[in-house]
């Protein structure tokens, strides 16, 4: 799956472009030419991202249409529009349809990848037309919602994009998972579940985090016909095997979100300590920076009970979510729980990648389900 690299400067080009206003609706009058051409230069790279999703999952999950933002480049108000590309499926306009798109957060300044439906916007659609298009958009809704009640594969693929970190968005305001599913049966349009990201280190976006986001999205698409207007079938969803690369950006992002998660609690333990005018004493340690082989993840103090150890369970997942409130302890945890009740703090922070909150859970209202099991092998 190959693709160009995009740049901190394409994104930063569109941030600087962004500013500026384009009274004449024209990108080239204002910025110049050489800004105008890089702007393109931009749209292309996109593109190759589209015509990769397409060339390694359409024959698993489509057959998809590979498009690219078209037209002026300047929108409604004289701001600069969106650059986006993607693949679409479903019904023979994009913006009627379900996508895969990638694109960039100019004002943000940020990458962003996922799922989304269509804006119903044709301004050159006659109203029949526009009728028909609006009826086959809602279909679509109608069928995802449906889906997602029959099929557990695609209802494990939703719950697995939210614990990566991915968020769900309607008309642009972020709901909750299941709010989102509600809006499918209703008004799907402008709703989207997707991820952004920036540029690593060396000033680009990380291919294989790109092509791992892909990976894990794409599956949706196997819920939608190829075209409403001629009565195709959806195809069957078979997960197909990870790559070991894939594996492994997994793992990193399950272990970036755990380090965030006590990252965060460390700066609320000193913000904590702070307050009750506990600092200087060496307080908060961060152990599970050290080693896990101590089987918490913080050191802190408190005035009853002296030193105070702290475990952090932290998800992607906003605390409305109820699935947010699952956490998962190993049997060495659980055993230093149970050998420290008196100093023992259990720290739970939710939405990591957007805005995090923590708490600090009641050991009483805790429930423990044993969940696996060791293997010993005696021969």
């Given amino acids: 799956m190959n693709f160009s690299t995009i740049t ?7 941030f600087r472009l962004a500013k500026d206003d384009y009274p004449d ?4 009058k204002v910025a110049g030419k050489h800004d105008k051409s890089g702007y393109d230069k931009v749209g292309e790279k996109l593109k190759t991202i589209a015509d990769a999703i397409n060339e390694e999952y359409g024959s698993l999950f489509g057959p998809f249409h590979s498009v690219k933002s078209t037209g002026n ?3 409604i108000g004289g701001k600069l529009g969106r650059l986006w590309s993607g693949v679409f499926k479903g019904n023979e306009n994009k913006q009627y349809s379900a996508q895969i798109t990638v694109g960039i957060d100019h004002h943000a300044r940020l990458l962003y990848l996922g799922f989304f439906f269509g804006s119903a916007y044709s301004k050159n659609a006659e109203p029949l037309r526009r009728k028909q298009l609006e009826d086959g958009l809602t279909r679509l809704g ?10 557990s594969k695609i209802r494990h693929v939703l719950d697995g994009l939210l614990e990566l970190g991915f968020k769900c968005y309607v008309k642009e305001q972020r709901v909750s998972l299941e709010e989102w599913i509600e809006n499918l049966n209703i008004d799907p349009k402008i709703s989207s579940i997707n991820i952004f990201f920036r540029p690593d280190k060396n000033n680009k976006v990380d291919e294989e985090l790109i092509r791992y986001y892909i990976s894990v999205c794409v599956p949706l698409m196997s819920i939608f016909p190829d075209n409403l207007m001629e009565s195709s079938k959806r195809r069957e969803y078979l997960p197909r095997p990870r790559t070991p690369e894939e594996r492994a950006i997994q793992a990193a992002r399950k272990t970036i979100i755990g380090i965030k998660g006590e990252e965060f609690a460390m700066d609320y333990e000193r913000k904590r300590l702070a307050v009750l005018k506990l600092t200087g004493r060496g307080y908060p340690k961060h152990i599970a920076a050290i ?4 089987h918490y ?3 802190s103090f408190d005035r009853r009970v002296g030193e105070i150890h702290i475990e952090v369970k932290t998800t992607a997942r906003h605390q409305s979510d109820p699935l947010s409130k699952v956490a998962y302890m190993s049997a060495q945890e659980y055993e230093f729980y149970k050998s420290h ?3 023992y703090r259990l720290y739970r922070v939710y939405d990591i990648f957007g805005e995090p909150e923590i708490q600090e859970v009641d050991l009483n209202e805790i429930s423990f389900i044993t969940d696996n099991y060791r293997i010993i092998i005696s021969v």
């Fill in 73 to 75: 480049a300047i929108g």
């Fill in 291 to 294: 080693s896990d082989v101590f």
């Fill in 341 to 343: 009740k008196e100093s």
């Fill in 142 to 151: 109608g069928i995802m919602y449906k889906a997602i009640q029959t099929d």
């Fill in 25 to 28: 609706l024209s990108l080239e």
């Fill in 8 to 14: 901190l400067d394409d994104i930063e080009l569109l």
């Fill in 297 to 299: 993840d913080i050191c």
